[in-house]
């Protein structure tokens, strides 16, 4: 059974640094792209960040540009999204979610359908 499980979010203040993680397990996920998504109160789920297979591709929403990273240890099948210099309207439940097929290198995908495993997600709250 394939499980994406993220962790790492909290509570934190305005200008604090969070770093999520979201580990696979029930099959490897190297060769496949893995994106962030995330859902606030009231709002639909959007777009935050996404990673090709060898970690060298990426791509972000304009609002977390330059404050959010996305990476990924295949060794270890996990994803992380580092993010610095919260705001308070990046409070969120923030979702992993994985292709089930494997992809090219730089093969990068915003849309929710698209996205083929998905964890049960980790709130983060964002205090001004």
């Known amino acids: 059974q394939v499980q994406l499980v993220e962790s790492g979010g909290g509570l934190v203040q305005a200008g604090d640094s969070l770093r999520l993680s979201c580990a696979a397990s029930?099959?490897?996920?190297?060769?496949?792209?893995v994106g962030w998504f995330r859902q606030a109160p009231g709002k639909e789920r959007e777009f935050v960040a996404a990673?090709?297979?060898?970690?060298?591709?990426?791509d972000y929403t304009d609002s977390v540009k330059g404050r959010f990273t996305i990476s990924r240890d295949n060794a270890k099948n996990t994803v992380y999204l580092q993010m610095n210099s919260l705001k308070p309207e990046d409070t969120a439940v923030y979702y992993c979610?994985?292709?089930?097929?494997?992809?090219?290198?730089?093969?990068?995908?915003?849309?929710?359908?698209?996205?083929?495993?998905w964890g049960q997600g980790t709130q983060v709250t964002v205090s001004s």
């Open positions: 990673i090709g297979w060898n970690g060298v591709s990426t």
């Open positions: 979610a994985a292709k089930a097929t494997i992809s090219s290198a730089t093969y990068l995908r915003r849309r929710i359908n698209e996205y083929d495993y």
């Open positions: 029930g099959r490897t996920f190297s060769r496949n792209a």
